[in-house]
């Protein structure tokens, strides 16, 4: 008997120590990849139950006790180990964080995202560091919040990693106060030894073809954050009349989407999703979402779990379309290859909604004069125009410049080495990145706990090696400023208070959370309790 993890998987790889015998692949950080997800061998497993215990996001089931949309995973984690026998790693045990040699030290972290998260919780296993928390919105955990579709609960589940940091004695909120608008670098730097930007990649890439901007054109990250009820998206006016949509691109972004847009109403009033979305999503035309990728399946961008999930979707059918190319080698690219033919022979549902997975074809130009009514396309066949009123770009992000960094404009990034800011190949004093701002738009969840834990490792060792600039204010100076300019900030305690008050709304109603959108309710929320 075995346990076996899911779909669910965040692969921040708490479970990976946890397990007495070590049956747990690919290990982040340690095998070389980034992989979409983590397996159990079930030859090896002694069913202890430790994993599943650790784990942040409940992804982890005994084999007897897996749910029905699930128990595809059985034979998934059975077959990674068939393709690669499980081998022995020579592991050191974790060491616990000494001190850093002065006291205190003082660490701003910028952002409130996984990445901010993850370094956040590694900053306060060191004795000696004190952390302030900055964060443009009243609200914290970015992309946990504003971009983990509705309908993963369990994903959004992993803020509880990071609970018992944020409340730590050693760190304070700055919940709602803006870095570059409210504070700037040169003031972190001032009142602080050391600033760690976790500010993640913002802006959509476009897709630089004719009428791009014609009205009915989005980027999909923008659709995300209004269905998950960012205060910034609330007011998009999306028109979802006809009954087709296409979203360019097929990542995990792209299968978010459109597994929302056509998702069933009765499962979709159980989850979170923000009411003003909840209620343009009732009256929706929409009965087609084109997802549409350059390449063939196997190289298609989404992972193995998310493309499974679109097979439990009640009421919705998956259709394929396009060339799908050969099968390949290598685990993960294979399995998505064999799912996808599975999905291609499936009978089709009379009056259900469909998702179609369309494969070698790309985008020519948008079709359409004062507004977008189809997108031209061009695969094996020649050029063809799907009809449709909205189209989505979901092809990447890429980060923005931060006031006072150097910003590799060709990647996108803050150029750094292992997190250290880097400008003219020499080390800025003082200055760190982590996570999409650091690395780039890749990986998942749990992807950032490896990178945070890097950038974080290297900034105490630079406190421990004497070269960090010493901020010649302190935290009481650093609230003395923000106070004088009257800010609106919301602390650790004002955030509990919203997410209180939202969750008993959405008790009221039998659903997670009904979440308040609009910043001035955030605010009296924030002291309401």
């Known amino acids: 008997m075995a346990f076996v993890i899911t779909q669910n998987c965040c692969t921040d790889a708490s479970c990976v120590p946890a397990c007495p015998v070590d049956c747990i692949r690919p290990v982040p950080g340690e095998d070389g990849v980034?992989?979409?997800m983590l397996y159990i061998d079930p030859e090896?497993?002694?069913?202890?139950g430790a994993c599943a215990e650790v784990c942040p996001v409940d992804a982890i089931y005994h084999e007897d006790e897996l749910p029905n949309d699930q128990t595809r995973f059985r034979d998934v984690n059975a077959a990674y180990f068939a393709a690669r026998p499980l081998a022995i790693r020579s592991t050191t045990p974790p060491r616990s964080q000494d001190p850093v040699q002065r006291e205190p030290l003082r660490v701003a972290v910028v952002g409130t995202g996984p990445a901010a998260c993850y370094a956040v919780s590694d900053l306060v296993r060191t004795r000696g560091v004190e952390v302030n928390v900055f964060?443009?919105?009243?609200?914290?955990?970015?992309?946990?919040?504003f971009g983990v579709a509705p309908d993963h609960q369990r994903t959004k589940d992993v803020i509880h990693e990071f609970e018992s940091a944020f409340a730590h004695r050693d760190v304070r909120c700055f919940f709602n106060v803006a870095v570059g608008r409210d504070i700037s670098?040169?003031?972190l730097s001032t009142h602080h030894d050391a600033v760690i930007?976790?500010?993640?990649?913002?802006?959509?890439l476009e897709l630089g073809i004719p009428g791009e901007q014609l009205a009915g054109s989005h980027a999909a990250a923008d659709v995300v954050g209004w269905y998950n009820g960012h205060p910034g998206r609330a007011g998009d006016d999306l028109d979802l009349s006809g009954p087709r949509a296409v979203i360019v691109g097929n990542g995990n972004v792209a299968l978010d989407?459109?597994?929302?847009?056509?998702m069933n109403h009765d499962d979709l009033v159980?989850?979170?999703?923000?009411?003003?979305?909840?209620?343009?999503?009732?009256?929706?035309?929409?009965e087609e979402v084109v997802v549409m990728g350059r390449r063939g399946a196997a190289d298609a961008a989404f992972s193995v779990g998310e493309l499974l999930a679109l097979?439990?979707?009640?009421?919705?059918?998956?259709?394929v379309e396009g060339d799908i190319g050969d099968r390949p080698d290598g685990f993960e690219r294979a399995l998505k290859y064999d799912v996808i033919v599975e999905y291609a022979v499936r009978p089709r549902r009379a009056g259900n909604r469909r998702i179609v997975l369309r494969f070698g074809s790309r985008p020519v130009r948008f079709a359409g004069q004062d507004r977008v009514e189809g997108l031209v396309i061009e695969d094996r066949s020649g050029t063809t125009t799907i009809a449709t009123p909205l189209v989505l770009r979901s092809i990447g992000y890429r980060g923005t410049p931060i006031d006072g960094l150097p910003f590799d404009d060709a990647t996108g990034i803050v150029p750094n080495e292992g997190g250290r800011v880097m400008r003219d190949r020499a080390p800025v004093p003082g200055v760190y990145v982590t996570g999409w701002i650091k690395r780039g738009p890749r990986g998942v969840i749990g992807t950032n706990k490896t990178c945070a834990r890097e950038t974080v490792a290297n900034l105490v060792s630079d406190a421990r090696a004497g070269i960090l600039p010493t901020a010649p204010s302190n935290t009481a100076s650093l609230a003395a400023l923000i106070s004088s300019r009257r800010l609106n900030v919301i602390d650790w305690p004002g955030w509990r208070c919203i997410d209180a008050f939202e969750r008993q709304r959405g008790t009221e109603v039998s659903r997670p959370r009904v979440k308040v959108i609009d910043i001035d309710a955030l605010l009296a929320a924030a002291t309401a309790g």
């Open 34 to 36: 980034e992989a979409p």
């Open 44 to 48: 090896t497993c002694v069913d202890c």
């Open 135 to 145: 964060e443009q919105l009243p609200t914290p955990y970015g992309l946990i919040r």
């Open 185 to 187: 670098h040169a003031e």
């Open 197 to 204: 930007y976790a500010v993640g990649a913002p802006r959509s």
């Open 257 to 262: 989407v459109a597994r929302v847009l056509v």
């Open 270 to 286: 159980t989850t979170d999703v923000a009411d003003h979305a909840l209620a343009r999503l009732w009256r929706s035309g929409i």
């Open 311 to 319: 097979g439990n979707l009640r009421d919705v059918d998956v259709v």
